[in-house]
């Protein structure tokens, strides 16, 4: 059985693995999985950034407008919404407490 990799996960039936000669290879080094220094580490996750900041569909100016003239408007009903609600807490707190 292989994975999206191609790796094998079982040996095949009638065989174990120590009979296979991948089994008595020692593991590569090197290559993309290959283990590299800090500074290339750090160099590599900055062009992957780079590269999904390119993918990315920016929206226009005037998309951006709309978009935040709908969220400030959302905001200023939910703080509506929220004085109204704890004025009637308010209110309900010193009818009962006095």
């Not at 290959?34 to 590269?51: E, H, M, N, P």
């Amino acid at each position: 059985m292989t994975d999206a990799l191609g790796s094998i996960d079982m040996p095949e039936r009638g065989r174990s693995a120590d009979d296979t000669a991948e089994s008595k290879k020692k593991p590569r080094r090197g290559g993309k999985r290959g283990k590299k220094g800090l500074f290339a580490r750090i160099a590599l996750f900055y062009r992957q950034i780079i590269a999904e900041l390119r993918k990315v569909v920016w929206p226009t100016r005037g998309q951006l407008s709309t978009y935040t003239t709908v969220v400030i408007v959302f905001v200023l009903i939910i703080i509506g919404l929220v004085t109204v609600i704890d004025l009637g807490f308010n209110q309900v707190v010193k009818y009962v407490f006095g």
